[in-house]
Nanobody, 124 residues
Framework: QVQLVESGGGLVQAGGSLRLSCAASGRTFSRYTMGWFRQAPGKVREFVSAITWTYGLTSYADSVKGRFTISRDSAKNTVYLQMNSLKPEDTAVYYC?????????????????WGQGTQVTVSS
């Protein structure tokens, strides 16, 4: 049974930092793409960042480029999202996802497994 468990969310002031973690278990993810998405109240779920597990190729939404960094630790089967210079508009529930579709996909439909989400709130 595949499980993705996010952690690291919380309340932070604008300009601050948080690091989200996604612990993956239940299968081998070596050929998967791991993604982070977020969903604010009343809005659709949107792509934030993705990384290919094997080669570490990365992709970012324009809104987070230069502020967020995605990485993975193969030994721990964990993906991270380092978020710096946070803004109030980054407030959302952040979801980790795993997809077997080849490439750095940005659509939710390309991902097979999802975590339960972790809340990130940035105060102004």
């Amino acid at each position: 049974q595949v499980q993705l468990v996010e952690s690291g969310g919380g309340l932070v002031q604008a300009g601050g930092s948080l690091r989200l973690s996604c612990a993956a278990s239940g299968r081998t993810f070596s050929r998967y793409t791991m993604g982070w998405f977020r969903q604010a109240p009343g809005k659709v779920r949107e792509f934030v960042s993705a990384i290919t597990w094997t080669y570490g190729l990365t992709s970012y939404a324009d809104s987070v480029k230069g502020r967020f960094t995605i990485s993975r630790d193969s030994a721990k089967n964990t993906v991270y999202l380092q978020m710096n210079s946070l803004k109030p508009e980054d407030t959302a529930v952040y979801y980790c996802a795993a997809g077997s579709t080849i490439g750095l996909r940005t659509s939710t439909g390309a991902y097979d497994y999802w975590g339960q989400g972790t809340q990130v709130t940035v105060s102004s």
